[in-house]
């Protein structure tokens, strides 16, 4: 058995020009990172703290899409510890679920729905879908709807997407309008305002391009044959839903003080 030694480790030392630190952060490739958005892998319990012994809240089904809010441990038994994941899924749903059973099996895929290779992954999906799927059907599997209270929908008001397919932006929503600008795969705009266009009832939007927000146009969020031109996915939206239970919790603690005051004045 390796004998177990505890003790400092210099990491790095500003008195040597040119040193190397001894340490070299190194992400795997397949791991988590917290507020990304994650589609989940099988059948996993969301309790309502981080130990597996707490509240049972509810549960989420295979392909469902989770915001990952906090990641810890439970080492509150003898087993070995549990990784653990606080996320907020479509269903408006909070609560911490499983990451990796005992077995190694992983419950929660690793790809990141929000990141840069999303523009990729999605072309790939449009070369295999090409004329099988219907609009609808392509906006059923592929696309996300918010269930957070005020956030019901796609291409909001004041999210930011990031762009799958290269577009025009036009000076008005309709297909023969003049063209302002252009955006390209990855990059990421702001929804303004959102409404059908004029001639062919798709939605389009008019938008800003990040990060300057000076430019603004209207483009089609969806293709004609119904591929999504704009991702459905609002990047910021683990602000919104930490925003959202901030507000919760503050109601929640304002009705226990109501509730304690009421009390008091019976007693009285």
């Not at 089904?61 to 003898?78: A, H, I, P, R, T």
């Not at 290269?166 to 003049?178: M, N, T, Y």
């Not at 063209?179 to 266009?197: A, N, Q, Y």
């Not at 389009?204 to 089609?220: L, N, Q, S």
Request: net charge negative; proline share 4%; with cysteine.
């Amino acid at each position: 058995r390796h004998q177990m030694q505890a003790g400092g480790l210099l990491l790095e030392d500003k008195r040597v020009t040119g040193a190397q630190p001894m340490l070299r952060v190194k992400v795997p490739e397949l791991s988590w990172h917290i507020r990304g958005r994650y589609r989940i892998k099988h059948t996993v319990t969301v309790r309502e703290e981080r130990v597996l012994g707490s509240r049972e809240v509810g549960n989420l089904e295979e392909d469902e899409e989770v915001l990952l809010l906090d990641m810890g441990l439970d080492d509150s038994d003898q087993e070995p510890p549990r990784l653990r994941m606080k996320i907020a899924s479509v269903r408006g749903l909070v609560g911490w679920i499983t990451a990796i059973t005992r077995d190694g099996a992983r419950l929660v895929e690793t790809q990141n729905l929000l990141s840069p290779d999303m523009v990729q992954i999605r072309a790939s999906q449009r070369s295999r879908m090409s004329g099988i799927f219907t609009s609808g059907s392509v906006t059923k599997t592929k696309s996300y709807e918010s269930s957070w209270p005020g956030g019901a929908g796609v291409w909001l008001p004041g999210g930011e997407y990031r762009v799958l397919q290269a577009a025009d932006l036009k000076e008005e929503p309709s297909s023969d309008s003049v063209p302002v600008s252009r955006v390209r795969p990855g990059d990421i705009v702001r929804v303004v305002s959102l409404c059908k266009s004029v001639d062919e009832q798709r939605p389009i939007a008019f938008v800003t391009e990040h990060p300057e927000h000076t430019v603004g146009g209207y483009v089609f969020c969806q293709s004609a044959n119904g591929f999504d031109i704009i991702d459905t996915r609002d990047l910021d939206e683990v602000s919104k839903v930490e925003a959202w239970l901030a507000r919760r919790t503050s109601e929640q603690s304002k009705e226990g003080l109501d509730s304690g005051s009421d009390e008091e004045d019976e007693e009285e």
